[in-house]
Nanobody, 120 residues
């Protein structure tokens, strides 16, 4: 079955760094675009960063540009989110998403989320 398992969250001080990982299984990882979303308490889920299936195209939310980097390793079926210069407003549950459009069908999978807390 399809699984997306996030890890790497935790508590970090402002200005610190975290590296999130999302290990995928149960589908052909290299055919899927991958994204990281986040949801803070009382707020809607928002797109943080996305990467194309080959890794050649990336996009970021304005709020994280220059601080976060998304990458993927198709040999390891894993996508990463390197988060630097963290701010308190980055505190949220971070979710991994895999998606692909094929033959009129949207394939869309989600992980269970990992908590990242930025606090002194």
């Amino acid at each position: 079955q399809v699984q997306l398992v996030e890890s790497g969250g935790g508590l970090v001080q402002p200005g610190g760094s975290l590296r999130l990982s999302c290990a995928a299984s149960g589908f052909t990882f290299s055919r899927y675009a991958m994204s990281w979303y986040r949801q803070a308490p009382g707020k809607e889920r928002e797109l943080v960063a996305a990467i194309s299936s080959s890794g050649g195209s990336k996009k970021y939310a304005d709020s994280v540009k220059g601080r976060f980097t998304i990458s993927r390793d198709n040999a390891k079926n894993t996508v990463y989110l390197q988060m630097n210069s963290l701010k308190s407003e980055d505190t949220a549950v971070y979710y991994c998403n895999a998606n692909r459009q094929g033959a009129g069908t949207l394939y869309d999978y989600w992980g269970q989320g990992t908590q990242a807390t930025v606090s002194s």
